[in-house]
Protein backbone atom coordinates (compact mmCIF):
# COMPACT_ATOMS: atom_id res chain seq x y z
CA UNK A 1 0.00 0.00 0.00
CA UNK A 2 0.93 3.70 -0.44
CA UNK A 3 2.34 5.94 1.85
CA UNK A 4 -0.85 8.29 2.81
CA UNK A 5 -0.43 11.75 3.00
CA UNK A 6 -2.99 14.72 3.95
CA UNK A 7 -2.17 18.12 2.81
CA UNK A 8 -4.83 20.54 5.05
CA UNK A 9 -5.39 23.33 2.18
CA UNK A 10 -5.64 23.43 -1.47
CA UNK A 11 -4.15 26.69 -2.00
CA UNK A 12 -1.00 27.39 -3.64
CA UNK A 13 1.28 26.03 -0.93
CA UNK A 14 -0.50 23.22 -0.38
CA UNK A 15 -0.84 22.18 -4.31
CA UNK A 16 3.21 22.87 -4.88
CA UNK A 17 3.96 20.73 -2.05
CA UNK A 18 1.70 17.64 -3.63
CA UNK A 19 3.43 18.34 -7.15
CA UNK A 20 6.32 18.48 -5.31
CA UNK A 21 6.37 15.80 -3.31
CA UNK A 22 4.88 13.77 -7.01
CA UNK A 23 8.10 14.38 -8.60
CA UNK A 24 10.15 13.06 -5.78
CA UNK A 25 8.41 9.57 -5.11
CA UNK A 26 5.80 8.20 -7.20
CA UNK A 27 4.09 5.76 -4.80
CA UNK A 28 2.72 8.75 -2.34
CA UNK A 29 -1.09 8.48 -1.82
CA UNK A 30 -1.54 12.39 -1.52
CA UNK A 31 -5.48 13.89 -0.68
CA UNK A 32 -5.85 17.53 -0.67
CA UNK A 33 -7.82 18.26 1.81
CA UNK A 34 -10.23 22.09 1.63
CA UNK A 35 -13.16 23.47 4.41
CA UNK A 36 -14.49 25.11 1.05
CA UNK A 37 -15.99 22.79 -1.38
CA UNK A 38 -13.60 24.22 -3.96
CA UNK A 39 -9.82 24.04 -4.70
CA UNK A 40 -7.39 26.76 -5.15
CA UNK A 41 -7.43 28.61 -1.58
CA UNK A 42 -6.18 31.98 -1.95
CA UNK A 43 -5.71 31.50 -5.98
CA UNK A 44 -9.76 31.53 -6.23
CA UNK A 45 -10.43 34.34 -3.04
CA UNK A 46 -7.28 35.78 -2.81
CA UNK A 47 -5.39 37.02 -5.80
CA UNK A 48 -7.65 39.85 -7.59
CA UNK A 49 -10.36 39.00 -10.17
CA UNK A 50 -8.48 41.19 -13.04
CA UNK A 51 -5.43 39.25 -12.35
CA UNK A 52 -6.59 36.08 -14.65
CA UNK A 53 -2.75 35.63 -15.30
CA UNK A 54 -1.85 35.05 -11.60
CA UNK A 55 -5.11 32.81 -11.48
CA UNK A 56 -3.25 30.37 -14.53
CA UNK A 57 -1.21 28.29 -11.83
CA UNK A 58 -4.74 26.92 -11.78
CA UNK A 59 -3.88 24.86 -14.83
CA UNK A 60 -0.87 23.24 -13.38
CA UNK A 61 -2.39 22.01 -10.36
CA UNK A 62 -5.35 20.65 -11.98
CA UNK A 63 -2.93 18.14 -13.54
CA UNK A 64 -2.44 17.03 -10.07
CA UNK A 65 -5.82 16.18 -9.99
CA UNK A 66 -6.28 15.24 -13.74
CA UNK A 67 -3.35 12.85 -14.46
CA UNK A 68 -1.20 12.74 -11.06
CA UNK A 69 -3.92 10.58 -9.07
CA UNK A 70 -3.87 12.91 -6.12
CA UNK A 71 -7.23 13.41 -4.61
CA UNK A 72 -9.71 16.27 -3.25
CA UNK A 73 -11.43 16.46 -0.83
CA UNK A 74 -13.47 19.41 -0.34
CA UNK A 75 -15.90 20.78 2.06
CA UNK A 76 -14.22 19.34 5.04
CA UNK A 77 -12.72 21.46 7.81
CA UNK A 78 -10.10 20.17 10.07
CA UNK A 79 -9.13 21.43 13.28
CA UNK A 80 -11.03 22.93 16.69
CA UNK A 81 -14.92 21.43 16.72
CA UNK A 82 -15.87 24.99 18.43
CA UNK A 83 -13.98 26.72 15.29
CA UNK A 84 -17.24 24.56 13.72
CA UNK A 85 -14.38 21.69 12.72
CA UNK A 86 -15.65 18.30 11.03
CA UNK A 87 -12.49 16.26 11.95
CA UNK A 88 -9.45 17.22 14.96
CA UNK A 89 -6.48 17.39 13.72
CA UNK A 90 -5.39 14.24 16.07
CA UNK A 91 -8.16 12.08 14.03
CA UNK A 92 -7.06 12.85 11.00
CA UNK A 93 -3.44 11.92 12.05
CA UNK A 94 -4.70 8.39 12.80
CA UNK A 95 -6.05 8.44 8.94
CA UNK A 96 -2.95 9.56 7.50
CA UNK A 97 0.26 8.49 7.40
CA UNK A 98 1.16 12.13 6.79
CA UNK A 99 -0.24 14.97 7.58
CA UNK A 100 0.92 18.97 6.31
CA UNK A 101 -0.80 22.28 7.32
CA UNK A 102 -1.05 24.37 4.59
CA UNK A 103 -4.11 26.60 5.70
CA UNK A 104 -2.18 30.09 5.19
CA UNK A 105 -2.76 33.00 7.09
CA UNK A 106 -6.13 34.67 6.55
CA UNK A 107 -6.99 37.04 9.33
CA UNK A 108 -6.30 40.44 9.04
CA UNK A 109 -3.97 42.53 11.03
CA UNK A 110 -5.70 45.18 12.77
CA UNK A 111 -3.98 49.16 13.09
CA UNK A 112 -3.93 48.91 16.75
CA UNK A 113 -5.61 52.77 16.82
CA UNK A 114 -8.57 54.43 18.23
CA UNK A 115 -11.79 54.62 16.37
CA UNK A 116 -11.21 51.26 14.79
CA UNK A 117 -13.89 49.96 15.07
CA UNK A 118 -16.27 53.06 13.74
CA UNK A 119 -18.75 51.61 10.98
CA UNK A 120 -17.24 52.53 8.00
CA UNK A 121 -13.66 50.43 8.80
CA UNK A 122 -13.04 47.70 6.31
CA UNK A 123 -10.26 45.36 6.06
CA UNK A 124 -8.34 44.78 3.13
CA UNK A 125 -8.64 40.64 3.63
CA UNK A 126 -12.24 40.64 4.11
CA UNK A 127 -13.01 42.89 1.26
CA UNK A 128 -11.28 41.19 -1.73
CA UNK A 129 -12.52 37.69 -0.29
CA UNK A 130 -16.15 39.90 -0.77
CA UNK A 131 -14.73 40.94 -3.57
CA UNK A 132 -13.93 37.73 -5.32
CA UNK A 133 -17.27 36.05 -4.07
CA UNK A 134 -16.05 33.98 -1.10
CA UNK A 135 -19.08 32.73 0.56
CA UNK A 136 -17.80 33.77 4.29
CA UNK A 137 -18.07 37.47 3.54
CA UNK A 138 -20.97 36.77 1.28
CA UNK A 139 -23.31 39.34 3.51
CA UNK A 140 -20.29 41.67 4.00
CA UNK A 141 -22.16 44.97 2.55
CA UNK A 142 -19.06 47.37 2.46
CA UNK A 143 -20.51 51.27 2.05
CA UNK A 144 -17.52 52.81 0.56
CA UNK A 145 -18.85 56.30 -0.49
CA UNK A 146 -17.01 58.63 -2.30
CA UNK A 147 -14.19 59.34 -0.28
CA UNK A 148 -12.05 55.93 0.80
CA UNK A 149 -8.64 55.96 2.58
CA UNK A 150 -6.72 53.25 2.28
CA UNK A 151 -4.00 52.24 4.73
CA UNK A 152 -1.09 50.58 3.99
CA UNK A 153 1.02 50.27 0.86
CA UNK A 154 1.64 46.16 0.10
CA UNK A 155 0.71 44.68 -3.01
CA UNK A 156 -2.82 44.06 -1.68
CA UNK A 157 -3.71 47.51 -0.85
CA UNK A 158 -2.83 48.54 -4.59
CA UNK A 159 -4.97 45.42 -5.54
CA UNK A 160 -7.54 47.37 -3.58
CA UNK A 161 -6.68 50.96 -4.87
CA UNK A 162 -7.11 49.29 -8.86
CA UNK A 163 -10.38 47.64 -8.29
CA UNK A 164 -11.69 50.78 -6.97
CA UNK A 165 -10.01 53.16 -9.50
CA UNK A 166 -11.06 51.28 -12.15
CA UNK A 167 -14.43 51.68 -14.42
CA UNK A 168 -16.73 49.20 -15.50
CA UNK A 169 -15.57 48.43 -18.64
CA UNK A 170 -11.95 47.85 -17.28
CA UNK A 171 -13.03 44.73 -15.57
CA UNK A 172 -13.70 42.67 -18.86
CA UNK A 173 -12.05 39.55 -19.04
CA UNK A 174 -12.24 39.21 -15.29
CA UNK A 175 -14.33 37.31 -12.73
CA UNK A 176 -15.55 40.16 -11.01
CA UNK A 177 -18.79 39.61 -10.39
CA UNK A 178 -21.27 42.37 -12.06
CA UNK A 179 -23.64 42.85 -8.66
CA UNK A 180 -19.77 43.88 -7.35
CA UNK A 181 -19.13 46.13 -10.55
CA UNK A 182 -22.33 47.81 -10.21
CA UNK A 183 -22.34 48.06 -6.70
CA UNK A 184 -18.91 50.10 -7.38
CA UNK A 185 -20.67 52.06 -10.01
CA UNK A 186 -23.45 53.32 -7.67
CA UNK A 187 -20.67 54.38 -5.07
CA UNK A 188 -19.16 56.36 -7.61
CA UNK A 189 -15.82 56.41 -5.60
CA UNK A 190 -14.31 59.98 -6.31
CA UNK A 191 -11.45 60.26 -3.73
CA UNK A 192 -8.67 57.33 -3.09
CA UNK A 193 -6.02 58.56 -0.98
CA UNK A 194 -3.70 55.29 -0.34
CA UNK A 195 -1.28 55.88 2.73
CA UNK A 196 1.97 54.31 4.06
CA UNK A 197 3.69 54.28 7.10
CA UNK A 198 6.95 53.99 5.31
CA UNK A 199 8.96 56.59 2.62
CA UNK A 200 7.89 55.92 -0.73
CA UNK A 201 11.56 54.15 -1.44
CA UNK A 202 10.69 51.67 1.32
CA UNK A 203 7.14 50.88 0.25
CA UNK A 204 6.40 47.29 -0.16
CA UNK A 205 4.15 46.98 -3.36
CA UNK A 206 6.27 45.69 -6.55
CA UNK A 207 7.33 48.64 -8.68
CA UNK A 208 4.94 46.56 -11.50
CA UNK A 209 1.83 46.82 -9.85
CA UNK A 210 2.25 50.57 -10.37
CA UNK A 211 3.15 50.35 -13.70
CA UNK A 212 -0.11 48.54 -13.73
CA UNK A 213 -2.06 51.70 -13.05
CA UNK A 214 -0.89 53.62 -15.87
CA UNK A 215 -3.42 51.76 -18.29
CA UNK A 216 -6.39 53.02 -16.01
CA UNK A 217 -8.60 55.34 -18.50
CA UNK A 218 -10.71 56.88 -15.92
CA UNK A 219 -8.23 58.26 -13.13
CA UNK A 220 -6.29 60.91 -12.41
CA UNK A 221 -3.36 59.81 -10.09
CA UNK A 222 -0.76 62.32 -7.77
CA UNK A 223 1.78 61.10 -6.06
CA UNK A 224 2.26 63.41 -2.76
CA UNK A 225 5.42 63.19 -0.45
CA UNK A 226 7.98 61.90 -3.66
CA UNK A 227 9.89 65.38 -3.19
CA UNK A 228 12.76 64.26 -0.57
CA UNK A 229 12.64 60.81 -0.79
CA UNK A 230 16.28 59.36 -1.34
CA UNK A 231 17.38 57.26 -4.32
CA UNK A 232 18.21 53.46 -3.74
CA UNK A 233 14.93 51.71 -4.32
CA UNK A 234 15.22 52.83 -8.01
CA UNK A 235 12.53 50.83 -9.84
CA UNK A 236 9.70 51.63 -6.66
CA UNK A 237 10.34 55.21 -7.22
CA UNK A 238 11.19 55.50 -11.09
CA UNK A 239 7.15 53.56 -11.23
CA UNK A 240 6.09 56.42 -8.58
CA UNK A 241 7.58 59.47 -10.45
CA UNK A 242 6.20 58.37 -13.91
CA UNK A 243 2.76 57.36 -12.54
CA UNK A 244 2.68 61.11 -11.07
CA UNK A 245 0.23 62.79 -13.08
CA UNK A 246 -1.34 60.02 -14.96
CA UNK A 247 -4.66 61.10 -16.40
CA UNK A 248 -7.17 63.81 -17.43
CA UNK A 249 -7.13 66.71 -14.57
CA UNK A 250 -11.21 66.41 -14.84
CA UNK A 251 -11.12 62.98 -14.62
CA UNK A 252 -13.72 61.73 -12.23
CA UNK A 253 -11.56 59.62 -10.00
CA UNK A 254 -8.78 60.55 -8.05
CA UNK A 255 -5.94 58.81 -6.32
CA UNK A 256 -3.45 60.36 -4.11
CA UNK A 257 -0.05 58.04 -2.90
CA UNK A 258 1.53 59.91 0.44
CA UNK A 259 3.79 58.46 1.97
CA UNK A 260 5.47 58.86 5.72
CA UNK A 261 2.27 58.76 7.44
CA UNK A 262 1.99 56.84 10.79
CA UNK A 263 -1.89 56.18 11.03
CA UNK A 264 -3.13 57.32 14.68
CA UNK A 265 -6.47 57.22 14.89
CA UNK A 266 -10.10 57.25 12.80
CA UNK A 267 -12.46 59.62 14.31
CA UNK A 268 -16.09 59.93 13.60
CA UNK A 269 -19.91 61.42 14.31
CA UNK A 270 -22.69 58.37 15.36
CA UNK A 271 -20.21 55.69 15.24
CA UNK A 272 -19.98 56.67 11.48
CA UNK A 273 -16.03 57.20 10.63
CA UNK A 274 -15.03 60.70 9.03
CA UNK A 275 -12.01 60.87 9.40
CA UNK A 276 -8.71 59.48 9.54
CA UNK A 277 -6.02 60.93 11.44
CA UNK A 278 -2.04 60.15 10.37
CA UNK A 279 1.27 62.13 11.71
CA UNK A 280 4.68 62.23 10.06
CA UNK A 281 7.55 59.96 11.83
CA UNK A 282 10.22 62.34 11.59
CA UNK A 283 8.75 66.02 12.14
CA UNK A 284 5.68 65.15 13.88
CA UNK A 285 3.23 67.05 11.25
CA UNK A 286 -0.11 66.14 10.92
CA UNK A 287 -2.40 64.75 8.18
CA UNK A 288 -6.04 64.76 8.85
CA UNK A 289 -8.06 62.85 5.76
CA UNK A 290 -11.64 63.38 5.47
CA UNK A 291 -13.20 60.50 4.52
CA UNK A 292 -16.65 58.07 3.87
CA UNK A 293 -14.64 54.93 4.36
CA UNK A 294 -11.15 53.54 5.62
CA UNK A 295 -9.85 50.13 4.33
CA UNK A 296 -6.75 49.27 6.20
CA UNK A 297 -4.21 47.08 4.14
CA UNK A 298 -1.54 46.02 6.71
CA UNK A 299 -0.92 42.42 6.21
CA UNK A 300 -2.36 39.17 7.43
CA UNK A 301 -2.00 37.11 10.79
CA UNK A 302 -3.67 33.46 12.03
CA UNK A 303 -7.46 32.99 12.86
CA UNK A 304 -6.37 31.04 15.57
CA UNK A 305 -8.66 28.25 14.39
CA UNK A 306 -5.40 25.70 14.12
CA UNK A 307 -3.79 26.27 17.04
CA UNK A 308 -0.90 27.69 14.75
CA UNK A 309 1.18 28.94 18.11
CA UNK A 310 1.04 25.74 20.39
CA UNK A 311 2.06 23.83 16.49
CA UNK A 312 5.08 25.97 15.88
CA UNK A 313 5.65 26.18 19.32
CA UNK A 314 6.45 22.53 19.65
CA UNK A 315 8.04 22.34 16.15
CA UNK A 316 11.70 20.38 15.96
CA UNK A 317 12.36 22.55 13.39
CA UNK A 318 10.02 25.57 12.73
CA UNK A 319 11.85 26.96 10.14
CA UNK A 320 11.51 23.56 8.19
CA UNK A 321 8.05 22.73 8.81
CA UNK A 322 8.43 20.17 10.86
CA UNK A 323 6.16 19.79 14.26
CA UNK A 324 7.89 16.46 14.58
CA UNK A 325 8.53 13.51 11.60
CA UNK A 326 5.03 12.83 10.68
CA UNK A 327 3.23 16.70 11.12
CA UNK A 328 4.43 19.13 8.86
CA UNK A 329 3.45 23.16 8.08
CA UNK A 330 3.70 24.60 5.09
CA UNK A 331 3.57 28.24 3.40
CA UNK A 332 2.38 30.67 5.27
CA UNK A 333 1.20 28.57 7.94
CA UNK A 334 4.61 28.39 8.24
CA UNK A 335 6.56 31.02 7.22
CA UNK A 336 4.67 33.89 8.22
CA UNK A 337 2.42 36.50 6.12
CA UNK A 338 5.39 36.77 3.85
CA UNK A 339 6.19 36.10 0.12
CA UNK A 340 4.75 35.55 -3.02
CA UNK A 341 3.22 32.24 -4.46
CA UNK A 342 6.77 31.63 -6.19
CA UNK A 343 8.56 32.16 -3.18
CA UNK A 344 6.00 29.60 -1.56
CA UNK A 345 6.95 27.24 -4.08
CA UNK A 346 10.62 27.23 -3.61
CA UNK A 347 9.47 26.79 0.23
CA UNK A 348 7.04 23.70 -0.67
CA UNK A 349 9.90 22.25 -3.15
CA UNK A 350 12.19 22.30 -0.14
CA UNK A 351 9.32 20.92 2.69
CA UNK A 352 8.91 18.02 -0.10
CA UNK A 353 12.57 17.23 0.28
CA UNK A 354 12.29 16.90 3.70
CA UNK A 355 9.17 15.14 4.57
CA UNK A 356 10.56 12.42 1.41
CA UNK A 357 13.84 12.12 3.34
CA UNK A 358 11.80 11.61 6.94
CA UNK A 359 10.17 8.97 5.29
CA UNK A 360 13.29 7.47 4.00
CA UNK A 361 14.59 7.07 7.21
CA UNK A 362 11.35 6.19 8.86
CA UNK A 363 8.97 4.52 6.62
CA UNK A 364 5.63 4.35 8.42
CA UNK A 365 5.40 1.10 10.02
CA UNK A 366 1.37 0.40 8.92
CA UNK A 367 0.30 2.40 6.82
CA UNK A 368 -2.86 4.32 7.25
CA UNK A 369 -6.31 4.15 5.06
CA UNK A 370 -6.53 8.21 3.83
CA UNK A 371 -9.40 8.85 1.82
CA UNK A 372 -11.31 5.99 1.99
CA UNK A 373 -11.53 6.33 5.58
CA UNK A 374 -13.06 9.89 4.94
CA UNK A 375 -15.45 9.05 2.03
CA UNK A 376 -16.99 6.26 4.22
CA UNK A 377 -17.41 8.73 7.41
CA UNK A 378 -18.80 11.79 5.97
CA UNK A 379 -21.11 11.91 3.14
CA UNK A 380 -20.77 15.77 2.61
CA UNK A 381 -17.53 15.96 1.37
CA UNK A 382 -17.07 16.83 -2.30
CA UNK A 383 -13.98 15.53 -4.72
CA UNK A 384 -12.33 16.90 -7.82
CA UNK A 385 -15.28 15.57 -9.95
CA UNK A 386 -17.89 17.79 -8.10
CA UNK A 387 -15.46 20.92 -8.27
CA UNK A 388 -15.28 20.08 -11.71
CA UNK A 389 -19.23 20.24 -12.44
CA UNK A 390 -18.93 23.48 -10.23
CA UNK A 391 -16.45 25.00 -12.22
CA UNK A 392 -18.46 23.69 -15.74
CA UNK A 393 -21.61 25.67 -13.57
CA UNK A 394 -19.71 29.09 -12.92
CA UNK A 395 -18.46 29.14 -16.91
CA UNK A 396 -21.99 28.50 -18.68
CA UNK A 397 -23.69 31.29 -20.04
CA UNK A 398 -21.35 33.65 -19.18
CA UNK A 399 -22.46 37.60 -18.48
CA UNK A 400 -20.49 39.59 -21.07
CA UNK A 401 -16.67 40.00 -21.00
CA UNK A 402 -16.76 37.96 -17.73
CA UNK A 403 -14.29 35.00 -17.78
CA UNK A 404 -16.32 33.05 -15.14
CA UNK A 405 -19.78 33.48 -12.65
CA UNK A 406 -18.78 32.43 -9.23
CA UNK A 407 -21.25 30.61 -7.02
CA UNK A 408 -21.53 32.18 -3.85
CA UNK A 409 -23.05 29.90 -1.54
CA UNK A 410 -21.71 26.82 -0.14
CA UNK A 411 -25.22 24.92 -0.51
CA UNK A 412 -25.30 26.45 -4.30
CA UNK A 413 -21.97 24.79 -5.10
CA UNK A 414 -22.99 21.25 -2.88
CA UNK A 415 -26.03 21.65 -5.53
CA UNK A 416 -23.58 22.01 -8.31
CA UNK A 417 -21.53 19.28 -7.12
CA UNK A 418 -23.54 17.05 -6.75
CA UNK A 419 -25.62 17.82 -10.08
CA UNK A 420 -24.84 14.74 -12.27
CA UNK A 421 -25.31 11.83 -9.78
CA UNK A 422 -29.02 12.99 -9.16
CA UNK A 423 -30.05 13.25 -12.80
CA UNK B 1 17.13 15.23 -34.04
CA UNK B 2 18.34 15.77 -30.97
CA UNK B 3 16.84 18.18 -29.03
CA UNK B 4 17.37 20.09 -25.46
CA UNK B 5 14.41 22.01 -23.77
CA UNK B 6 15.45 24.74 -21.31
CA UNK B 7 13.55 25.82 -19.08
CA UNK B 8 13.35 29.62 -16.52
CA UNK B 9 10.67 29.14 -14.96
CA UNK B 10 9.10 31.04 -11.59
CA UNK B 11 5.94 30.02 -10.40
CA UNK B 12 6.28 26.58 -12.62
CA UNK B 13 3.71 27.14 -16.13
CA UNK B 14 7.24 27.54 -18.23
CA UNK B 15 8.35 24.14 -16.44
CA UNK B 16 4.74 22.73 -17.40
CA UNK B 17 4.53 23.91 -21.05
CA UNK B 18 8.06 22.87 -21.45
CA UNK B 19 7.42 19.45 -20.32
CA UNK B 20 4.32 19.16 -22.43
CA UNK B 21 6.36 20.11 -25.75
CA UNK B 22 8.94 17.44 -24.85
CA UNK B 23 5.69 14.81 -24.82
CA UNK B 24 4.55 16.10 -28.35
CA UNK B 25 8.42 15.82 -30.02
CA UNK B 26 9.16 12.96 -28.35
CA UNK B 27 7.42 10.68 -30.76
CA UNK B 28 9.97 11.82 -33.38
CA UNK B 29 12.97 13.12 -31.93
CA UNK B 30 15.43 12.64 -28.84
CA UNK B 31 14.31 15.30 -26.66
CA UNK B 32 16.13 16.06 -22.93
CA UNK B 33 14.59 18.47 -20.34
CA UNK B 34 16.21 20.88 -17.82
CA UNK B 35 15.62 23.60 -15.95
CA UNK B 36 18.05 26.38 -16.31
CA UNK B 37 18.82 26.48 -13.02
CA UNK B 38 20.61 23.32 -13.94
CA UNK B 39 22.54 23.37 -16.91
CA UNK B 40 25.77 24.43 -16.71
CA UNK B 41 26.35 27.31 -20.01
CA UNK B 42 29.92 24.99 -20.61
CA UNK B 43 27.65 21.93 -22.09
CA UNK B 44 26.21 23.82 -24.97
CA UNK B 45 26.54 21.41 -27.84
CA UNK B 46 26.39 21.97 -31.76
CA UNK B 47 24.99 18.61 -32.27
CA UNK B 48 22.14 19.64 -30.38
CA UNK B 49 18.87 21.88 -30.84
CA UNK B 50 17.70 24.08 -28.13
CA UNK B 51 14.42 25.20 -27.36
CA UNK B 52 14.10 27.32 -24.25
CA UNK B 53 10.90 28.70 -22.66
CA UNK B 54 10.81 31.50 -20.86
CA UNK B 55 8.65 33.48 -18.34
CA UNK B 56 9.57 37.02 -17.21
CA UNK B 57 9.15 37.92 -13.84
CA UNK B 58 8.62 40.69 -11.47
CA UNK B 59 9.36 43.81 -13.41
CA UNK B 60 10.08 42.62 -16.45
CA UNK B 61 12.88 40.75 -15.23
CA UNK B 62 14.43 36.99 -15.58
CA UNK B 63 12.00 34.58 -13.62
CA UNK B 64 14.42 32.79 -10.57
CA UNK B 65 15.42 29.76 -11.89
CA UNK B 66 17.11 31.53 -15.20
CA UNK B 67 18.87 34.05 -13.14
CA UNK B 68 21.69 31.39 -11.67
CA UNK B 69 21.85 30.37 -15.17
CA UNK B 70 22.57 33.57 -16.48
CA UNK B 71 25.50 34.74 -13.88
CA UNK B 72 27.10 31.66 -14.58
CA UNK B 73 26.56 32.81 -18.37
CA UNK B 74 28.21 36.04 -17.58
CA UNK B 75 31.00 34.09 -15.80
CA UNK B 76 32.01 31.55 -18.17
CA UNK B 77 31.25 33.82 -21.24
CA UNK B 78 31.18 30.17 -23.78
CA UNK B 79 31.96 30.51 -27.22
CA UNK B 80 28.06 29.50 -28.63
CA UNK B 81 28.90 30.12 -32.00
CA UNK B 82 27.52 27.26 -34.30
CA UNK B 83 24.98 26.65 -31.00
CA UNK B 84 21.02 27.00 -32.45
CA UNK B 85 18.12 27.99 -30.74
CA UNK B 86 14.59 28.89 -30.40
CA UNK B 87 13.12 30.87 -27.43
CA UNK B 88 9.09 30.58 -26.32
CA UNK B 89 8.28 33.46 -23.93
CA UNK B 90 5.38 33.80 -21.34
CA UNK B 91 4.52 36.48 -20.09
CA UNK B 92 1.28 38.51 -18.73
CA UNK B 93 -0.26 41.58 -20.85
CA UNK B 94 -1.88 42.81 -17.60
CA UNK B 95 1.66 43.67 -17.47
CA UNK B 96 2.03 45.60 -20.63
CA UNK B 97 5.33 47.20 -20.54
CA UNK B 98 7.23 44.14 -19.93
CA UNK B 99 5.59 41.72 -20.45
CA UNK B 100 7.95 39.46 -22.66
CA UNK B 101 11.02 41.04 -20.98
CA UNK B 102 12.24 37.90 -18.98
CA UNK B 103 12.50 36.00 -22.81
CA UNK B 104 13.99 38.82 -24.63
CA UNK B 105 16.49 39.42 -21.90
CA UNK B 106 17.20 35.52 -22.76
CA UNK B 107 17.33 35.44 -26.39
CA UNK B 108 20.10 38.45 -25.76
CA UNK B 109 22.31 36.36 -23.54
CA UNK B 110 22.62 34.08 -26.06
CA UNK B 111 22.95 35.82 -29.40
CA UNK B 112 25.19 37.84 -27.06
CA UNK B 113 27.51 34.83 -26.77
CA UNK B 114 27.49 33.65 -30.19
CA UNK B 115 24.26 31.38 -30.85
CA UNK B 116 21.82 31.85 -33.25
CA UNK B 117 18.20 32.13 -33.06
CA UNK B 118 15.90 30.21 -35.40
CA UNK B 119 12.71 31.55 -36.35
CA UNK B 120 10.62 33.99 -34.40
CA UNK B 121 10.06 34.44 -30.37
CA UNK B 122 6.52 34.62 -29.66
CA UNK B 123 4.95 35.31 -26.15
CA UNK B 124 2.22 33.83 -24.93
CA UNK B 125 -0.08 36.13 -22.69
CA UNK B 126 -1.12 34.50 -19.52
CA UNK B 127 -4.06 37.12 -19.69
CA UNK B 128 -5.37 35.88 -22.95
CA UNK B 129 -7.94 32.69 -23.69
CA UNK B 130 -5.32 31.18 -25.53
CA UNK B 131 -3.94 28.22 -24.09
CA UNK B 132 -0.12 28.26 -24.00
CA UNK B 133 0.40 24.83 -25.08
CA UNK B 134 -2.11 25.75 -28.33
CA UNK B 135 0.35 28.14 -29.83
CA UNK B 136 3.72 26.72 -28.61
CA UNK B 137 3.32 23.11 -30.06
CA UNK B 138 2.82 24.83 -33.76
CA UNK B 139 5.37 27.50 -32.93
CA UNK B 140 8.12 23.90 -31.88
CA UNK B 141 6.89 22.01 -35.24
CA UNK B 142 7.98 24.69 -36.98
CA UNK B 143 11.07 26.24 -35.34
CA UNK B 144 12.20 22.45 -35.58
CA UNK B 145 11.42 21.95 -39.01
CA UNK B 146 13.71 24.72 -39.57
CA UNK B 147 16.25 23.73 -37.29
CA UNK B 148 16.56 20.38 -39.56
CA UNK B 149 19.16 22.31 -42.34
CA UNK B 150 21.19 23.91 -39.64
CA UNK B 151 21.99 21.71 -36.15
CA UNK B 152 25.15 19.55 -37.38
CA UNK B 153 23.93 15.72 -37.18
Known amino acids: ?71 FVGNLRIGDPEHGADLTLDELRDLYDVVVLATGLSADRTLGVPGEELEGVFRAGTLTRHWNDHPDEAAHNPALGERVVIVGNGNVAIDILR ?10 GSDFGDHHATRLEQTAVRTIDIVGRSPAAHAKFDPVMIRELGKLSGVRIVVED ?27 KTVTFRFGWAPERAAGTDGRVTEMHFHNASDGAEL ?32 AGVVEPGLYLAGWFKRGPRGTIPENR ?43 RIDAAETADLPDARCRRKLTRVEDMLAAARAKTET | MDITILYGT ?18 DHSVELSNLSDFDPGSFDKNRFYIVVCSTYGDGELPASAQPFAEAMEAAKPDLAGIHFAIFGMGDMEYEETFNNGSKRMEDLLTAH ?33 AAGLVEA
Open chain 1, 1 to 71: MSVTIAIVGAGPSGCYLAQALGKLRDDLAIDIIDRMPVPYGLVRYGVAPDHQGTKGVIRQFARLFEREGVG
Open chain 1, 163 to 172: ILAKETHEFE
Open chain 1, 226 to 252: LDDATEGEDKRLAALREIDGHGAADAA
Open chain 1, 288 to 319: VLACDSVITAIGFEDDTSMNRSGLVGRASDAE
Open chain 1, 346 to 388: ADAQALAKRIAADLEAAPPSGTRPGATALRSRFDTITDYEGWL
Open chain 2, 10 to 27: ETGNAEMLSEDIQSHLEG
Open chain 2, 114 to 146: GAKKVGERITHDASSSDLAEDLAMDWADARVAE
